[in-house]
C-alpha cells in the first residue's frame, strides 16, 4: 500500500525540503500565449478523462471484451453477450492528489467468454501487467485480451499510463534546462513512481510486466529500479535501446534526405545500391525539407506533442488521426474506425505526459539513456518481441541478450505478417508466444 514516505504523496514543501521536483504538481511545460489563443478558438474536445467511456468500450466489445461494472452486479447479467470475456474498468487513485491510473482488469479468467477458466477460480494467482506505447491506451489491446486471459491461473490487467490514455491528466513538469541526462531520468521517474504507485494500490507483488514500444523503454526503467516485483520482463519492439549514430546530429541539422544511387557516390556523400539496403543521406537537403527539419527540432526539443498537433487541427484534427490508424491495413474498416475514434478521444484531452517525449528521446527517436547500457543489468527473465516488418529494428535486443550472456533467461521472437504493431496485426501467435511465457516461470 501506499505510505506517507511515497512520491506521490508527500507534498510539494516536503518534496522543496527534500529536494525533489514536485513533479505532478506544476509544470514547466506551460502553454504560450499564441497555444492559449488557438485553444480558445478550437474549442472541440473534452478535457476530462472520466468523460464518455463508450468509446473505449466498444473497442473491446471487438474484441470480445465487455467491461462489467456495479450495474452489471444488480441483475443486468442477462443483457451480457454469453461468449463476452468480463473485463472491469477501473480508475485506480495513486496519490492524494486526485490523480488515478485507468486500468481494464480481467480477474478469475474474465467469466463467460473464457473456454479454460470457466469463471473465477480460487487459489493463488499469477499477474500479467500490459502497458501500451505512444499515442496509444489499454484499447490498443483489444485483440489480445480474449486470448491472454485463457491463461490459467492468470490476472490479466493493461494500464494507461499516467497522463496518457483516460488516466487523470496532471501537468506535465519537464526539467528542459537541467542537461539531457537529468532530463532523461524525470521523464522515466515521472511513469516509474506512478505505475509504482499503482502496484502497492492494487496489491501486486510480483507481475510479469510487458511493454510496447514506449511502454517497453518505461517498463525496462521500472525492472530496473524495482527488480523485487518483476517476475518476468517481456519488452514488446521497445523504443530507446541502442545508442545514437555518433553523427546523428550532424545528420538531423543538415536535412540530410534518403536518395537511390547506383553509381558510386561522390566524396562526402553515401551511396545505396537497391532499394532493398539501408538507407543513405544526401548532404543538400531541399530548402522545404530544412525548413520542415529545423521546426520539428524546435517543437521536438520545446515538449510539443502530436497530440497537440491533433488538437490545434481542430475539427480536422480526427481526419489526421484516421489517417494515421489506416496504416492498420490487416484490420476491418470497423476496427479501424473504432481505433481512430479511440486515439482521437484521448488526443482532446488535456496536455500531459505525451510532453515528455523529447525529455527521454533525442530528435530522431534515440534514448538519452540507451537501455542498451542499462537493461543487461537486470535479474529477471527478459523477453523481446519483434514484428517481421518492424520498423524498430532487433538489433538492439540482439545485444542486449548478448551482453546479458546467459546470466538471466533470455528469448527473442519475431511475430510474422507483422509491423511494429504486431499484436494487433497477428494475435493469435502473439497471444500463443505470451501465454507460452506466461507459463514458462
Same mark, same amino acid.
Given at each position: ?18 529536494g ?7 509544470s ?5 500565449s499564441v ?10 474536445g473534452? !478535457?476530462?478523462? &472520466?468523460?464518455?467511456? %463508450?468509446?473505449?468500450? =466498444?473497442?473491446? #466489445? ?9 450495474s ?6 442477462s443483457?451480457i ?18 490523480n488515478y491510473?485507468?486500468?481494464?482488469a480481467?480477474?478469475g ?9 470457466g ?24 485483440r ?7 491463461a ?9 499510463w499516467?497522463g ?7 501537468t506535465? !513538469?519537464?526539467? &528542459?534546462?537541467?542537461? %539531457?541526462?537529468?532530463r =532523461?531520468?524525470? #521523464?522515466?521517474?515521472f511513469?516509474v ?13 510480483k ?27 517481456v ?25 537511390h544511387?547506383?553509381?558510386h ?22 530548402w522545404?525539407?530544412?525548413?520542415l ?8 526539443? &520545446?515538449n ?13 484534427g ?13 484490420l ?5 474506425h473504432?481505433m ?14 505525451a510532453?515528455?517525449l523529447?525529455?527521454?528521446l ?9 537501455l542498451?547500457?542499462?537493461v ?5 527473465p527478459?523477453?523481446?518481441f ?6 524498430v529494428?532487433q538489433?538492439?535486443g ?37 501465454i ?6
Open positions: 500500500m501506499l505510505t506517507e514516505s511515497s512520491p506521490l504523496l508527500v507534498s510539494e514543501q516536503q518534496q522543496k525540503q527534500q525533489q521536483a514536485p513533479w505532478l504538481l506544476h514547466e511545460h506551460k502553454e504560450s497555444t492559449s489563443a488557438l485553444s480558445w478558438l478550437w474549442p472541440w473534452t !478535457k476530462d478523462a &472520466r468523460t464518455d467511456d %463508450s468509446i473505449e468500450r =466498444a473497442l473491446l #466489445a471487438q474484441g470480445g471484451v465487455t467491461v462489467v461494472g456495479p452489471t452486479e444488480q441483475g443486468l447479467e443483457d453477450d454469453s461468449d463476452a470475456v468480463l473485463a472491469e474498468a477501473l480508475d485506480v487513485e495513486i496519490d492524494t492528489q486526485g491510473i485507468h486500468t481494464i480481467i480477474r479468467g474474465g467469466g463467460r467468454g473464457n473456454t479454460t477458466a469463471g473465477k477460480e480460487r487459489g493463488p494467482r499469477r499477474s500479467l501487467v500490459l502497458t501500451h506505447g505512444y499515442f496509444a491506451g489499454v484499447g490498443f489491446f483489444f489480445n485480451y480474449r486470448g491472454l486471459s485463457q490459467e491461473g492468470w490476472d490479466v490487467y493493461a494500464v494507461d499516467l496518457m490514455g483516460r488516466s487523470s491528466r496532471p506535465y !513538469k519537464g526539467v &528542459r534546462d537541467s542537461g %539531457s541526462e537529468r =532523461a531520468e524525470y #521523464a522515466e521517474e511513469f513512481e506512478s505505475l509504482e504507485a499503482w502496484r502497492q494500490r492494487m496489491q501486486i507483488d507481475m510479469v510486466l510487458c511493454g510496447h514500444s514506449f511502454g517497453g523503454y518505461m517498463v525496462g526503467a521500472y525492472a530496473l529500479k524495482y527488480p523485487q516485483h518483476v517476475e518476468k520482463l519488452l514488446l519492439s521497445p523504443i530507446g535501446v541502442p545508442e545514437a549514430p555518433a553523427d546523428l546530429e550532424r545528420r538531423i541539422w543538415q536535412g540530410f534526405e534518403p536518395v544511387r547506383k553509381q557516390a561522390k566524396e562526402g556523400e553515401y551511396r545505396m545500391a537497391s532499394n532493398t539496403e539501408a538507407p543513405v543521406y544526401d548532404g543538400k537537403p531541399s522545404q525539407r530544412l525548413l527539419f529545423r521546426a520539428s527540432l524546435y517543437m521536438w526539443d &520545446r510539443y506533442s502530436p497530440q497537440w498537433v491533433v488538437r490545434m487541427c481542430g475539427p480536422l480526427r481526419r489526421l488521426v484516421s489517417w494515421y490508424i489506416g496504416r492498420f491495413s490487416l476491418t474498416d470497423e476496427q479501424r473504432g481512430a475514434a479511440y486515439a482521437h478521444q484521448h488526443a482532446q484531452l488535456a496536455e500531459s505526459s510532453a515528455a523529447g525529455d527521454f533525442r530528435p530522431g527517436g534515440f534514448a538519452r539513456r540507451p542498451v547500457n542499462r543487461p543489468a537486470v535479474a529477471m527478459t523477453v523481446f519483434y514484428g517481421s516488418h518492424d520498423w529494428g538489433a538492439g540482439e545485444e542486449i541478450v548478448r551482453r546479458i550472456g546467459g546470466r538471466v533467461a533470455t528469448r527473442i521472437y519475431v511475430v510474422p505478417n507483422a509491423t511494429h504493431n504486431f499484436h494487433i496485426d497477428n494475435p493469435e501467435v502473439f497471444n500463443r508466444y505470451m507460452e511465457e506466461m507459463s514458462n516461470i
